[in-house]
């Protein structure tokens, strides 16, 4: 599914226009990302844990060449989902 007919979807279900929904769903891409940034965890009850897990450095062999290159340490978000969605998946 893209964004697109996410907020699609998300507007019929609202009954709020596209330009409305666009914004709220924005809003809250970019209050998750906040939370994740300053806080590191962010839990959604019934959908699940978002965390910030920390990769060390370590070497890496890409496998045209076979050479060890550094790959420097960085940051991941990490998604646990909650057992309500786990079950409604399955």
């Keep these: 599914m893209t964004k697109a007919e996410l907020i699609a979807h998300l507007a019929a279900q609202v009954q709020l226009t596209k ?9 809250l891409i970019n209050g998750m990302t906040g939370i994740l940034q300053s806080q590191g965890k962010l ?17 890496g062999r890409p496998s045209q060449t ?7 340490a960085s940051k991941a978000v990490k998604f646990k989902a909650g057992k309500a969605l786990q079950e409604v998946v399955q």
């Design 66 to 72: 076979g050479a060890p290159i550094a790959i420097t």
């Design 43 to 59: 839990t959604l009850p019934g959908l699940g844990v978002f965390t910030v897990r920390e990769r060390p450095a370590r070497t």
């Design 19 to 27: 330009a409305e929904t666009a914004k709220l769903l924005s809003a």
